[in-house]
């Protein structure tokens, strides 16, 4: 049997493999921004009982690995906290997108650290709060100087989407064992996989990389990487 | 049940037979996987362009890979090609296989660090290029590589659990297993959790310890210390 027929049948599965596999990318992505920016603020400018919470988080989430997290969060965690009725999609999600803000603050956290302190001094000088100073002249910078690193955010999470699979969320790895059980066409089947993880990544990679382009200020910092 | 019972009884000696199995699957990897990423590193910064263009197509592919994804491959999938693999096998495999194209890339970027001027100087001094290599540059080019590597290798710890994916027993599976016989999911993970962390904590210790041990007094560090 040919390999061509197989994947023109089962190519609406496959879509939705894929639709679901960005879907968890892109939701952990921006979970990832939203909680790990706050946490590299607090991190920086934060009290010490703040950098001390954020520092544990860090170092639970990027000291487990995915499908341990993955496995405490949907048989553990979530159903103790009466939150068992979200579906695997969700939960693999938040879980990528929890794990993902560890990652993410300490690239935010490098950046925010590269700006020199003197920019602080110099604009609460000129009247400005410490908010508005952050939010006015310190992230600008280190947004720009966060994204070469941050867009290395994007293929980790992409390649760990797929252990969403051991709790049965129904990305692209998980449609394509259906596929090889289905029609026993093993080796094609999974070399396919492989094919479309390797587009999305240097895909979403080359979109990355023409974004740093795009913000770059002419002349500021080391530019795009 | 008594929660010191199972505990004591049943969670731990489980844990402590898969934590065997992932120390060897860690052990069976890492030093494979460090050979492969010299090898591909000098491969393609110094070798024929065929060789050069075969170690970047190498790391390519794997770098865009899920992990998983190739797991299954080299357990689900070599065997309709007729090679078997036991689980295991096929789990070292991946790992080195993994392991290796991630240190190329660190291996490479400490050997582009390391001036041209070392490679004219060392020829000049009648040194053949592979002598210059590996006497003048990759001494150099490893020290600076260390972050990077133990980042790696403290990755290949928490991915060895992916074994578990392909059937291996090893620590995450023994929690699991524990787990769904005992309808204890929150405790036997949050164990399994903390021998991660432990794990990977005191390899971070090790490592920075390492870092400062085979430093050459002088010489400047390229990238920052690992952290976790």
Redesign the interface.
């Known amino acids: 049997m040919d390999i061509l027929p197989i994947l023109i049948d089962w190519s609406p599965y496959i879509l939705s493999g894929v639709a679901s596999t960005l879907g968890l990318v892109l939701t952990a992505l921006g979970l990832g921004i939203l909680l790990g920016l706050p946490m590299a603020l607090g991190q920086v400018y934060g009290a010490w009982p703040v950098r001390a919470v954020v520092g544990v988080y860090?170092?639970?989430f990027?000291?487990?690995?995915?499908?341990?997290?993955l496995?405490?969060f949907w048989?553990?965690?979530f159903?103790?906290i009466g939150l068992g009725h979200l579906s695997a999609f969700v939960v693999g999600a938040v879980v990528l997108g929890l794990r993902g803000a560890a990652y993410q603050s300490?690239i935010f956290r490098g950046a925010i650290q590269s700006v020199g302190e003197g920019q602080m001094i110099a604009a609460r000088s000129l009247g400005m709060s410490k908010f508005t100073a952050i939010q006015s002249v310190i992230l600008p910078q280190a947004m720009r100087i966060a994204l070469p690193g941050w867009s290395n955010e994007y293929?980790n999470i992409?390649?760990?989407?797929?252990?969403c699979?051991?709790i049965g969320v129904v990305e692209l790895?998980t449609i394509?064992?259906r596929i090889?059980t289905q029609t026993h066409m093993?080796?094609p089947v999974?070399?396919v996989?492989?094919g479309i993880?390797?587009i999305l990544?240097?895909g979403g990679l080359k979109f990355l990389h023409g974004l740093e382009k795009r913000v770059a200020i002419p002349g500021f910092g080391t530019g795009a990487t | 049940m008594d929660q010191a019972v199972f505990l004591f009884d049943i969670l731990l000696p489980a844990l402590m037979q898969g934590l065997v199995i992932t120390l060897q699957l860690i052990a069976c990897s890492a030093p494979f996987g460090l050979a492969l990423g010299i090898a591909v590193a000098v491969g393609r910064q110094y070798g024929h362009p065929a060789i050069s263009w075969l170690c970047r197509t190498y790391v390519f592919l794997i770098k865009g890979t899920p992990l998983l994804l190739l797991l299954f491959i080299l357990y689900f999938g070599l065997p309709s090609v007729g090679i078997t693999l036991t689980a295991f096998m096929a789990s070292i495999l991946g790992f080195i296989l993994c392991n290796g194209a991630y240190n190329a890339e660190y291996i490479r970027g400490a050997l582009i660090s390391i001036k041209e001027g070392q490679m004219v100087a060392a020829r000049s001094l009648g040194m053949t290029r592979w002598q210059a290599i590996r006497s003048v540059i990759l001494p150099q080019a490893l020290r600076r590589a260390i972050p990077g590597l133990s980042n790696e290798f403290i990755y290949l710890i928490k991915y060895s659990s992916l074994a578990y994916m392909i059937t291996v027993i090893e620590l995450s599976g023994a929690g699991k297993l524990v787990a769904t016989k005992y309808f204890t999911y929150t405790e036997s993970f949050a164990a399994v959790g903390i021998v991660y962390l432990v794990l990977v904590s005191i390899t971070t210790i090790a490592v920075n310890i390492l870092e400062k041990r085979v430093a050459v007094p002088g010489t400047v560090r390229a990238t920052p210390s690992a952290q976790l």
């Open positions: 860090v170092w639970f990027r000291g487990l690995p995915i499908l341990v997290l496995f405490l048989f553990g965690i159903p103790a300490q293929p992409l390649t760990d989407s797929a252990v699979y051991a790895l394509t064992s090889v093993t080796m999974y070399l996989a492989a993880f390797i990544n240097y």
